[in-house]
């Protein structure tokens, strides 16, 4: 079964700009969540989806947004970049994100912002 | 805000030893909690999770779980020189689906 896939995994963006990650689910998983983490602040819960509907949010600020397809693939967006933007972000799935399920993470997407 | 305490360390076992992670949680109603290891570079890799008070093991791993306290741990016994990275404890919300994890801890295992 083929793991957790981001594209792309590594990226460098100059602030004002705006990028898309991408990232793919275990075959069947249909919860997918995004977690930016940084030194300073560690793993940080930005938003989950679940068929296709956002099903919790973090405390980002709203240039940060995603979304899930009918397919479970799901996207990240985050507008108008900040030097504080630069992270890992990392993209998990689960069957169904309750209960005892744990999560499955991607290898991540690295982001740089100049 | 729910938080997830953890001792950022670094802690340094000597291999053969048995190395203790601890974690306390905010979020008093929390059923589900897991531990992740993540290696310098990596993404993190569940290892254990666990959900009912007392003690689960898998291989050298124990979880063990207190809720009237608020307090879950990591056992690993004796450890290898390959167990040094950083161990996050994360928390599942009672009123949301969302995990939510600790700063983590780093384990150096000293040959």
């Known amino acids: 079964k083929a793991g957790v896939t981001q594209t792309p995994r590594y990226l460098i963006k100059t602030r004002g700009q705006q990028v898309t990650l991408s990232c793919s689910p275990i075959?069947?998983?249909?919860?997918v969540s995004w977690y930016q983490q940084t030194p300073g602040q560690g793993l940080q819960f930005l938003f989950e989806y679940f068929s296709e509907t956002q099903r919790n949010k973090g405390n980002f600020p709203g240039r940060f947004s995603g979304r899930q397809f009918s397919n479970s693939r799901s996207e990240m967006n985050v507008s108008t970049l900040e030097l504080g933007d630069s992270a890992l972000y990392l993209c998990?799935?689960?069957?169904?994100?309750?209960?005892?399920?744990?999560?499955?993470f991607g290898s991540g997407t690295r982001l740089t912002v100049v | 805000q729910k938080e997830v305490e953890q001792n950022s360390g670094p802690l340094s076992v000597p291999e053969g030893a048995i190395a203790s992670l601890n974690c306390t949680y905010s979020d008093r109603g929390s059923q589900s909690f897991f531990w992740y290891r993540q290696y310098s570079g990596k993404s993190p890799e569940l290892i254990m999770s666990i959900y009912s008070n007392g003690d689960k093991e898998d291989g050298r791993f124990t979880a063990q779980l207190n809720k009237a306290s608020q307090y879950v741990s990591l056992l690993i016994r004796d450890s290898q020189p390959s167990d040094s990275a950083t161990y996050l404890c994360?928390?599942?919300?009672?009123?949301?689906?969302?995990?939510?994890f600790g700063s983590g801890t780093r384990l150096s295992i000293r040959p």
């Open positions: 075959s069947g998983h249909r919860s």
């Open positions: 998990a799935s689960s069957e169904t994100g309750i209960g005892h399920y744990g999560y499955t």
């Open positions: 994360a928390v599942r919300e009672s009123s949301a689906s969302k995990i939510i």
